[in-house]
């Protein structure tokens, strides 16, 4: 099957700060990419739709200033939380759609954060 | 409004045993796709099935199992003798073409299987 890459795998940095996470997929190209958050215990919860070459689609109640999302090539979507707080920390994921008739969805292995 | 239903929150069984774990969906769309994960203690999310509105047909792999029902609109994933490293979260997702196909998880099945 296809891979999506995620870079970091994890990352612990202090409050205020601002971290990127990158999604790759790496052997096929994909205009639509999704981020999904999953605090401990809980389900995946999308957060938002990344279409290559225009804005991110944000879902209810994700603040579209503080998780920005660029989506500039057809393999790269990258996700960077602006002024990191403590409540931000949570597992990370983000899966990018294969397109075709199939339209397959493929996850990267997640990044955890944890915000000091 | 929750679109996929998991009812069991955890699941406790002992090793050989089958075990079923339920899944209910919501849609209007009548294109759609359902998907079962597994999700280890590590995070990372793995792949187990996906099924789409159109193919009602049953599915074995393995131990593994596949019940789609629509006139139910339920998705129920068997582990048959189940093993220790079946242990994990296991989620079951829906797809729909409206909203592009981003998948909305149900809240989870915790499956514990003891030696």
């Not at chain 2, 769309?29 to 999310?45: A, C, H, N, R, V």
């Not at chain 2, 393995?62 to 582990?79: E, H």
């Not at chain 2, 242990?87 to 809240?107: D, Q, T, W």
Request: aromatic share 14%; net charge negative.
């Amino acid at each position: 099957g296809a891979v999506v890459s995620q870079h970091p795998s994890w990352v612990i940095c202090k409050s205020g700060t601002s971290v990127k996470i990158e999604c790759r997929s790496l052997d096929f190209q994909a205009t639509t990419m999704f981020w999904y958050r999953q605090f401990p215990k809980q389900s995946l919860m999308l957060m938002a739709t990344s279409n290559e070459g225009s804005k991110a689609t944000y879902e209810q109640g994700v603040e579209k200033d503080k998780f920005l999302i660029n989506h500039a090539s057809l393999t790269l979507s990258t996700l960077t939380v602006t002024s990191a707080h403590p409540e931000d920390s949570s597992f990370y994921i983000c899966s990018a759609l294969a397109g075709g008739s199939y339209n397959e969805q493929f996850f990267g292995p997640g990044t955890r954060l944890t915000v000091l | 409004a929750q679109k996929v239903t998991q009812a069991q929150t955890e699941i406790s069984v002992v090793e050989k045993e089958d075990v079923t774990l339920d899944c209910v969906y919501e849609t209007r769309d009548t294109t759609y796709y359902l998907f079962w994960y597994k999700q280890p203690p590590s995070g990372e999310l793995v792949f187990l099935i996906r099924r789409n509105s159109f193919d009602e047909q049953n599915e074995i792999s393995g131990r593994y199992s596949w019940n789609f029902q629509k006139s139910t609109s339920s998705f129920n994933f068997t582990i048959t003798a189940s093993q220790v490293v079946d242990s994990a979260v296991y989620f079951c997702a829906l797809s729909e073409r409206y909203s592009g196909y981003a998948l909305n998880f149900g809240k989870g099945t915790s499956l514990l299987v003891t030696p």
